[in-house]
């Protein structure tokens, strides 16, 4: 079965980095096209980025601008999600989605999440 | 950037009760929206994508409607499993966005 599993938040300080990892299995992961959604406290959920199945192509949401770096390593079946400059309004669940056909689509499968709480 | 909007913000209902949960783009988006229901400290679960089409395993009695910028998630018939919050998310181009959410509530 599909699974996704988000490992690396944790409490950091402004200014400082972290890197997010999303295990990926049950699937071939290869062949899909993944995303980071996030969601703040008591808060709604915000799109973060895309890679493509082949890591060739990435998009980011405006918001980041350019703080945050997407990307996979297909012999390990993982995801990343490199942050940094992390902010406090970056604290939220940051979540690993695959999207079942094109890289542009719905998100069938979600992992649990990770909270990232950046804070002094 | 591509605005959703869904109203209401909040419903609150009973078990047997019919309810419609709307969302508006603010351009169009042809068919290309997924709703979500997602519960407290879970993940987002997909229950309708492409406008209208059911995703597999999700109970009959939820069903999606619309095309263009009005789109709407109907429940037929409320079971005490579907006190949630759902959200609407379109995928029509970068970056993606999601509507605001509704909280279902037990009336």
């Known amino acids: 079965q599909v699974q996704l599993v988000e490992s690396g938040g944790g409490v950091v300080q402004p200014g400082r980095s972290l890197r997010l990892s999303c295990a990926a299995s049950?699937?071939?992961?290869?062949?899909?096209?993944m995303h980071w959604v996030r969601q703040a406290p008591g808060k709604g959920l915000e799109w973060v980025s895309v890679?493509?199945?082949?890591?060739?192509?990435?998009y980011y949401a405006d918001s980041l601008k350019g703080r945050f770096t997407i990307s996979r390593d297909n012999s390990k079946n993982t995801l990343y999600l490199q942050m940094n400059s992390l902010r406090v309004e970056d604290t939220a669940v940051y979540y690993c989605?695959?999207?079942?056909?094109?890289?542009?689509?719905?998100?069938?499968?979600w992992g649990p999440g990770t909270l990232v709480t950046v804070s002094s | 950037d591509i605005q959703m909007t869904q109203s209401p913000s909040t419903l609150s209902a009973s078990v047997g009760d019919r309810v419609t949960i709307t969302c508006r783009a603010s351009?169009?988006?042809?068919?290309?929206l997924a709703w979500y229901q997602q519960k407290p400290g879970k993940a987002p679960k997909v229950l309708i994508y492409?406008?209208?089409s059911l995703e597999s395993g999700v109970p009959s009695r939820f069903s999606g409607s619309g095309s263009g910028t009005e789109f709407t998630l109907t429940i037929s018939s409320l079971q005490p499993d579907d006190f949630a919050t759902y959200y609407c998310?379109?995928?029509?181009?970068?970056?993606?966005?999601f509507g605001q959410g509704t909280r279902l509530e037990i009336k």
């Open positions: 989605a695959r999207v079942p056909g094109a890289a542009l689509y719905y998100f069938d499968f």
């Open positions: 049950g699937f071939t992961f290869s062949t899909y096209a």
């Open positions: 890679i493509s199945y082949d890591g060739s192509n990435k």
């Open positions: 351009q169009s988006i042809s068919s290309w």
């Open positions: 492409k406008a209208s």
């Open positions: 998310q379109h995928y029509n181009s970068y970056p993606i966005t």
